[in-house]
């Protein structure tokens, strides 16, 4: 799994092949047969491992805010350490495999809180379709600077917004406000939702 992981980082998810990985160990393809029944079956292992990736020390504070947001800012930061593999996880439902450890930490955090199981639910949600979102479409970034460049690409920041004031007086308002810094943007959000959590 290690030199499937290190295949899918340097050439890309879309270019891994049980062939490529055979001539990365410089063994017969066939032989990863053996450990997995093909090709997709290791790519999930590899996403499992990626969600699982620092649950082991999800926080366990008296402050079940701080704790959510540790909790999605370690999923995102795990997902873009390896961006080309990020889109993958949308094959696989949320709260299956590895995001059980995490799904279960969010919504202990969230009932710690005095939250019902209904808004607890609908918070969760919330939670983990914007970290995905946010996340993955961070991810496509650094998935074509690496497929450009190789292992440890860097994307840049976001775009900056700068539309006509004339015909957007809005968006023009809050333009210079937009975040540039990915994590910065992400936490700011993840803050919004998390701001009316009982303490």
Sequence with gaps: MAAAMQVVDTQGAGAFSMR???AFLECDPTAMYR???GK?????ALVDSVVREGAATLPETDDPRADIRENF???RRSLLAHPTLAPLVLRRPPGVGAYWERSDHAVAQLHRAGMDPVDAANVYQTLLFYTLGHTLSEARQLARAVEREGA???????????PPEDRHPDLSDVAPHLRDDNEA????????ILRDLPR
Excluded: I
């Excluded at 440890?152 to 700068?162: K, L, M, Q, T």
């Excluded at 943007?185 to 919004?192: E, I, T, V």
């Design 20 to 22: 490529a990985l055979g």
């Design 185 to 192: 943007q992400f936490l700011a959000g993840l803050d919004l």
């Design 40 to 44: 997709n079956a290791l790519l999930d």
């Design 73 to 75: 800012r370690q999923l």
């Design 35 to 37: 450990h997995f029944t």
């Design 152 to 162: 440890g690409a860097e994307g840049g920041p976001v775009a900056a917004v700068r």
